[in-house]
């Protein structure tokens, strides 16, 4: 097989843009976490996220969220081609301010939850989870 010039050109090209898939899926969850905050600055606080450290099936990451005098609590994935998963609100009525679910991840990433405060500030939270496809543990 004789390699061209473009042929040449054609693959550098294409490591190139594969080489950048995960930053732009990062950079999703960042403008989804902006659009939530309003571009307000997200601090830490008391908010907490339960999510597996190791997860054998990415289909269903049983994960629990909980910020006390939270109004609204929104969970992101970073590695999923659509970072935002849930948004959970809860009124004045509210007992808690918690949530369980389950969520599907393309694989081995960081879980987001940003919680907005009653107060109108904003608090994070993240936890990586691997995704094992069989259970192999690797």
Do not use: H, W
Request: aromatic share 4%; charged share 15%; proline share 5%.
């Amino acid at each position: 097989m004789k390699l061209t010039r473009r042929d040449a050109l054609a693959m550098g090209l294409g490591a190139t843009a594969v080489a950048m898939l995960p930053m732009r899926a990062f950079a999703a969850a960042e403008e989804a976490i902006a659009e939530f905050t309003g571009g307000a600055a997200v601090g830490e606080g008391d908010i907490s996220l339960d999510a597996p450290e190791i997860a054998e099936n990415g289909n269903t990451v049983p994960i629990s969220v909980s910020a006390p005098g939270a109004t609204a609590i929104a969970v992101y994935a970073a590695g999923n081609p659509t970072p935002a998963v849930a948004t959970f609100t809860f009124g004045p009525a509210a007992g808690s301010q918690a949530a369980s679910t389950r969520i599907r991840l393309a694989g081995t990433q960081d879980v987001i939850a940003v919680a907005q405060m009653a107060d109108g500030s904003f608090i994070q939270t993240a936890k990586t989870v691997k995704v094992t496809i069989g259970g192999c543990g690797g």
